[in-house]
Each structure stands twice: as C-alpha cells, then as structure tokens.
C-alpha cells in the first residue's frame, strides 16, 4: 500500500491484508485489493473490516476530522469462465460508484 500515513500502511489496514493477497494503486485516492480464491462473503468481511479500521483513524492534524471510504466489489465464479481483468476492475468500480452514491462510507458489489 502506498501514501497515506504510517499509521494506515503498516497499521491495521496492513494487518487486514495478508501477504497472499496482492494490491495494487489505481489512479489517485483508489486502491485495489486482489482477493484469490475468496468467497463473495469473505470478500465483503474483507470489506467490513477496512471500513471499520478506517473510520477508527483519527488524524492529529485535523481533530474532529473523518476519514471515509467506500469500496466496491466484484467477484467471479471459479466454475464459469474467468473473466478478462479488465471486466473485472470495471465491475467493482461501477460497485463503487455505487456505494458512493448511496452515501459513502459503505460497501456495494457488482
């Protein structure tokens, strides 16, 4: 994981990620979590703890600041077909929008 604070990087976010599980900077403030050979439920776990870590952060600069995140989902089933990466990216980034959309600070999957 890359910017950010110390905290975030080698914090709890750090520890929600194992090292199995790839990540990777997108473009600006968006980040991707790789999860193989995960359930759509442990995906949204996943999800539930990122959310819960990040709004437990509390920034010294900023006191009474709140930091939010929504996150965007998609799986695909082992059994079918895999899916191009691409298809993929673009799936749990609509689930994000969507998330965004319904208020933020929130999870949505595509």
Do not use: N, W
């Amino acid at each position: 994981m890359t910017g950010g604070s110390p905290h975030t990087r080698r914090g709890p976010v750090h520890r929600i990620i194992s090292c199995s599980q790839a990540t990777t900077d997108l473009s600006g403030e968006e980040l991707a979590v790789v999860l193989p050979e995960t359930s759509a439920e442990a995906a949204e776990e996943v999800a539930a703890r990122i959310l819960h870590v990040v709004r437990a952060v509390h920034l010294r600069q900023a006191p009474g600041a709140a930091i939010s995140v929504s996150v965007g989902g998609a799986t695909s089933d082992p059994r079918a077909e895999a899916l191009p990466a691409a298809d993929l990216v673009g799936r749990a980034d609509a689930a994000l929008y969507l998330a965004k959309q319904r208020g933020r600070d929130r999870f949505a999957s595509g």
